[in-house]
């Protein structure tokens, strides 16, 4: 028996009473998705496929940028997700900085464009478009713009949260003139219909990173993994040798 099954049910029989929920809390941000008081007192297995409060919500990819992002700082992240990195990014960098998302998903743009909206956040933008390698986008892409790597590199910061397609977006870094300053690098193995599609591979990226010209100035590690704890996950943070 599939062991997902309790929790697909569950999404199927709250998608109507969600909507009259109150926005879930993510790392602090408030966001679109939607929980009914029924979340908190049932087990993770059976809520696992709806967004509940969840206060470490990406914690270790936020606190690599908390390492690079300043006052003032240009920042670009590539995948936005439910927009709290991008929320949390715009905190870090003040009404001086400013941050630019680029997220391939149709659904996810909304969400984190309403997140923008709900935390009433000014100074960012979500773009429609991918960037790299459209490997394990979460909704379809639709219209969204096809954007080079070269595009996006003049920035103080590049966050790359893009679910395999890091490996051909660090290629094409170190063919740009003007490479990012710091990098905030999230890698995973990813999964399609439960299969790996993208191995994890630590050694590689560091080359990547190294053949692009960065060091890794820190490192963090995901304790509850990726692909609801299937898979290991690390954040690199990297400075460039020009710095």
């Not at 029924?38 to 606190?63: G, H, I, M």
């Not at 391939?104 to 991918?130: F, M, P, S, T, Y």
Request: hydrophobic share 40%.
């Amino acid at each position: 028996m599939n062991a997902d099954i309790p929790a697909i049910i569950y999404q199927q029989l709250t998608a109507l009473p969600r909507l009259n929920g109150r926005n879930a809390m993510l790392n602090g941000v408030r966001v679109e998705s939607k929980t009914i008081w029924t979340d908190e007192v049932l087990p993770d297995a059976v809520t696992k496929f709806v967004v509940n409060d969840e206060p470490a919500y990406e914690y270790q990819y936020v606190s690599g940028l908390s390492d690079v992002c300043f006052t003032g700082s240009e920042v670009t992240l590539i995948g936005g997700g439910e927009g709290v990195s991008t929320v949390r990014a715009a905190e870090m960098v003040g009404s001086n900085g400013f941050v630019t998302t680029y997220e391939g998903g149709e659904n996810q743009v909304r969400a984190g464009r309403r997140a923008l909206h709900l935390n009433d956040v000014e100074n960012a933008q979500i773009r429609h478009a991918v960037v790299g390698d459209d490997i394990s986008l979460r909704s379809d892409k639709g219209k969204a713009d096809v954007v080079p790597v070269s595009s996006v590199a003049e920035s103080d910061v590049l966050g790359i949260d893009a679910d395999g397609a890091e490996f051909s977006i660090l290629r094409s870094l170190a063919r740009v003139d003007q490479p990012p300053e710091r990098l905030v690098v999230e890698h995973h193995a990813v999964r399609n219909d439960g299969e790996v599609v993208v191995e994890f591979d630590r050694d590689e990226v560091v080359s990547l990173l190294e053949t692009a010209g960065y060091e890794v100035t820190e490192e963090y590690c995901d304790a509850r993994g990726a692909n609801y704890g299937k898979d290991a996950e690390i954040i690199l943070v990297c400075e460039h040798e020009t710095v």
